[in-house]
């Protein structure tokens, strides 16, 4: 079993920044990946990026390339997502998941997620 758990979401204005955490605790988390998701109101659950545990690779949606930067302390069991540029298009609430699953294709599903942090609300103000 692995617990996530976030903050850092408040609200921003257009053109700022944000940055939010997810710390994992429960079993060892090194053969996960983590998984960063937004939901907007009335919308599917939409995929942001990841990052392998193991190895720290990462990959983004295209449209948060070179906005977003997704990292991990694995001494704190933490992943941070690093959010720029916000706009109100943006404005969602953000959750962390925990897969077995790395690749591409996979890996961008929520299907592919064992567990869930409990979201955290980000409003990006025009």
């Known amino acids: 079993q692995v617990q996530l758990v976030e903050s850092g979401g408040g609200l921003v204005q257009a053109g700022g920044s944000l940055r939010l955490s997810c710390t994992a605790s429960g079993r060892t988390f090194s053969s996960y990946a983590m998984g960063w998701f937004r939901q907007a109101p009335g919308k599917e659950r939409e995929f942001v990026g990841a990052?392998?545990?193991?190895?720290?690779?990462?990959f983004y949606e295209d449209s948060v390339k070179g906005r977003f930067t997704i990292s991990r302390d694995s001494s704190k069991n933490t992943g941070i997502l690093e959010m720029n540029s916000l706009q109100p298009e943006e404005t969602a609430v953000y959750y962390c998941?925990?897969?077995?699953?790395?690749?591409?294709?996979?890996?961008?599903?929520?299907?592919?997620?064992?567990?869930w942090g409990q979201g955290t609300q980000v409003t990006v103000s025009s």
């Open positions: 998941g925990a897969t077995n699953v790395w690749g591409w294709k996979a890996t961008k599903s929520p299907l592919a997620y064992d567990y």
């Open positions: 990052i392998s545990w193991n190895d720290g690779n990462s």
